[in-house]
């Protein structure tokens, strides 16, 4: 019962949002279906007429309805950006299949008698088409739109991947902060709007046959205004435009700290850290969620706003490792500690800008700077044990993870596997917490935040002072999860808004108040 209520008390938290997300995965979906309707049955009346080419074209399009859709999805970044563009086009191409493969069996499928009878009536071929073929295969043909529909409510949540919004915004915050109530938020409106437009293109199916070419003039115009919807949020919003990415968004020191704090209510779009830097650098997005020590954040020239209210506690990083494992390995400790103090603000920078900007592979980075400070040395037999590292999906993971197995493999006579790219804070640290990892790079007021969730009262009393938070997250993760935090490495990666550099001294905005009163008052 008290799930239930939760559930509903964040949907009328979040009603506004889920409104703006409900109009703009319905305007994805028939923007699309449109194109589909448009190119495809034109493409399935000709293949009736050139029976050659039916199988390339019918084959064609089954070709393209088997990529995966996060992979389709991501072949078009490179071609279209990000952004409505990318996801109206590959949500187009898996609604084409459907539309063509039904307008040409419609049609193959009027009884020839009829046809023959048209044609004795002096009919045209186009006459023909238009008075006897299509109001007979459109059942048919509707069957098709509707699959088309169907098919594409469910993959558009997969636009939001590449910000261009909708439903899938909910659900990858959801996955990203292990919240329950965020994915339901969702997954549940999706499937409505499934079950709803279904019913309604199912209805127009059973109309007379002599109403189906009204029902073929009028579709177009339905599609368009249903397409029109995607407008509507942007109408209605800010004139800037965020980008935050999913665990941001339900964070205490993101996007509800921000409202809460700042009073800050602008139109955002939740966005993978992928694809974030690039696209405030295309001017795509006017703000992004950023870190401090991101290499992007330099290679893009964007600044960062100052935190004048203190949202966003220090964020020192530290190994996190569960007390079991350090009592079965004592030599794993001050090994660990050997990367303590080396990593400076300016020098994770330079990490992160060769992962992330130049695309180098995370272990030869980490090599290199072992081989920098004089700790590198080459992997002893590994015959003692496995130790299993974690990582978020972000850059500054992939690195410390790497950096720590080198520091293990060379130092003990223990055996690393890391298991990267774990999502969000939740979810890598319920895997540390199941026993299917040993230890992760975490950060000082992220524990603070969203593992412990200290009161507010404490967080005040601590905030501004790194060694308090560190000694406040230290001893609650030893008593609750008898998990221990290890020296920390030495840089302070906080979150961070930033905006392009000439865009913040345009608009004056210097720090996050600032940003708040030109939304607000502009």
């Not at 069957?143 to 439903?167: E, K, P, S």
Request: overall charge positive; aromatic content about 8%.
């Amino acid at each position: 019962m008290e799930t239930v209520e939760s559930f509903f008390g964040f949907l009328r938290q979040e009603s506004g949002k889920l409104l703006e997300q409900t109009l703009t995965h319905t305007g994805l979906t028939f923007i699309s279906v449109l194109l589909a309707v448009m190119i495809g049955v034109p493409l399935g009346i000709a293949i009736t007429r050139r029976k050659k080419m039916a199988s390339l074209v019918l084959g064609v399009a089954g070709i393209l309805q088997t990529i995966p859709s996060i992979a389709l999805l991501g072949f078009m970044i490179p071609l279209l950006g990000i952004g409505p563009k990318p996801a109206i086009v590959a949500l187009f191409l898996y609604a084409l299949l459907p539309v063509i493969r039904n307008t040409h069996t419609g049609i193959l499928g009027v009884d020839a008698s009829v046809t023959e009878a048209a044609r004795g009536m002096g009919m045209s071929n186009w006459q023909m088409l238009c008075r006897v073929q299509l109001p007979l295969a459109m059942p048919v043909i509707l069957a098709g739109i509707r699959t088309a529909t169907v098919i594409n409510v469910g993959v558009a949540t997969l636009a939001a991947y590449i910000a261009a919004g909708g439903l899938g915004e909910f659900i990858f915050g959801g996955i990203a902060l292990n919240n329950s109530n965020m994915i339901l938020a969702g997954a549940i409106p999706a499937a409505l709007l499934a079950i709803l437009f279904d019913s309604l293109i199912s209805l127009l199916q059973r109309i007379n046959i002599k109403r189906s070419r009204r029902i073929l003039l009028a579709m177009p115009v339905l599609l368009l205004g249903l397409s029109s919807f995607y407008l509507l949020p942007a109408a209605y919003s800010s004139r800037l435009l965020a980008g935050f990415t999913p665990e941001f968004m339900g964070r205490k020191d993101g996007d509800i700290g921000l409202k809460k704090v700042y009073g800050l209510h602008m139109r955002t779009l939740v966005i993978s850290d992928m694809i974030m830097y690039k696209a405030a650098y295309e001017k795509k997005l006017d703000v992004i969620s950023g870190s401090s020590t991101d290499g992007r954040g330099k290679a893009f020239d964007l600044v960062v706003l100052e935190d004048d209210k203190h949202i966003f506690p220090p964020y020192y990083a530290a190994p996190v490792v569960r007390t079991k494992v350090l009592e079965k390995y004592p030599e794993l400790e001050p090994v660990l500690n050997k990367l303590s103090g080396t990593i400076n603000d300016s020098i994770m920078t330079e990490l992160n800008y060769r992962v992330d900007y130049l695309k180098q592979d995370p272990a030869r980075v980490a090599r290199d700077f072992l081989l920098s400070i004089g700790l590198w040395k080459p992997a002893a037999s590994g015959a003692k044990g496995t130790v299993r590292i974690g990582s978020k999906i972000f850059g500054d993971g992939y690195i410390l993870a790497n950096l720590y197995k080198m520091l293990i493999e060379g130092y003990t006579d223990l055996s690393v596997v890391t298991k990267t790219g774990l999502g969000g804070t939740k979810i890598v640290f319920n895997a540390l917490i199941n026993d299917q990892i040993d230890m992760y790079p975490e950060y000082t007021g992220t524990g603070l935040l969203v593992i412990l969730q200290a009161p507010q009262p404490a967080i005040d009393s601590i905030i501004s002072d790194k060694e308090k938070v560190y000694n406040y997250v230290s001893d609650g993760f030893l008593k609750q999860y008898q998990i221990k935090w290890l020296k920390p490495i030495g840089f302070n990666n906080t979150y961070a808004l930033m905006m392009r550099r000439e865009q913040a001294s345009r608009l004056r905005i210097h720090n996050i108040s600032a940003l708040r009163d030109y939304v607000n008052h502009k």
